[in-house]
């Protein structure tokens, strides 16, 4: 991962707040959906905007890395994936955050490796004008395109993975636990992170402190803290994923 706070804070972390993980074994047996959120350019690819890295992040490559991987299998299964694309008008800023994913731009295209997915038959692409997927999935009319994908895949597991961990992963995996446990997204019962699919922006100590602007998020810590946040409200915590 790239530059963060010193080993010793993530370790008392670690300590305080452990993140419950366990391997997973997906099959037949139990019909998953991957949740791919945000593996776009303006999120994942050096340069391109205010929110990618500035550099190489080695925590960002791995989760794209893995999220790809993941993407390939489902894909060679015939299982279905759920793809958000971050996604912003002109004229309606998203604060705190600085302009970013403008619609049409090449920052809310999915990253090179992922472009095949425009094309596969087993995703489901969907643009997002806010942070919660969630709630970037309800339609003018009430309806909600990730209920449907839900429903109409009789999915009963969903396995989510993409940026930010402790941001735009967290809300959506809150949001739909909420929603399934009042039955709004049946039969959905198991809602499962894959932390080594995810990772968050790192903004260290030091730089934040250089600029009365900017408020610091090292990388490693918030996503570990988002990975926790999540379990708490009931998500399982993948460590690895492995195929029957
Ligand atoms: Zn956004």
């Not at 099959?27 to 303006?42: A, C, F, P, W």
């Not at 791995?62 to 999220?67: A, D, L, P, T």
């Not at 446990?181 to 990772?199: K, T």
């Not at 260290?204 to 408020?215: F, I």
Request: proline share 7%; glycine share 6%; net charge negative.
């Amino acid at each position: 991962m790239g530059s963060q706070s010193s080993p010793p804070t993530l370790e008392f972390l670690k300590e305080e707040i452990p993140v419950k993980q366990q391997p997973l074994l997906l099959s037949q047996n139990i019909k998953t959906g991957l949740v791919l959120v945000d593996l776009v350019n303006g999120f994942c690819t050096v340069g391109s905007g205010h929110l990618a890295p500035k550099e190489e992040d080695e925590g960002v490559s791995k989760m794209v890395e893995e999220s790809v991987k993941l993407a390939k299998k489902f894909a060679d299964n015939n299982w279905p994936i759920f793809a958000f694309l971050d996604s912003h008008h002109p004229d309606i800023p998203e604060p705190p955050y600085p302009p970013h994913c403008l619609v049409g731009s090449d920052e809310a295209k999915l990253v090179p490796d992922l472009l095949w997915l425009e094309n596969d038959p087993n995703a489901t692409l969907r643009s997002k004008e806010c942070i919660d997927g969630f709630i970037g999935s309800y339609e003018k009319d009430g309806s909600n395109v990730f209920v449907d994908w839900v429903k109409s895949n009789q999915i009963k597991q969903v396995l989510v993975c993409g940026i930010c961990t402790d941001v735009c992963v967290l809300d959506f995996t809150c949001s739909i636990l909420s929603a399934r446990n009042r039955g709004f997204l049946s039969p959905l019962e198991n809602v499962i992170v894959a932390s080594q699919a995810c990772s968050t922006y790192d903004l260290p100590l030091h730089v934040a402190k250089a600029s009365k602007d900017l408020v610091s998020h090292p990388q490693a810590l918030m996503h570990h803290v988002g990975l926790y946040i999540a379990w708490g409200r009931g998500a399982q915590i993948a460590s690895e994923v492995s195929f029957e």
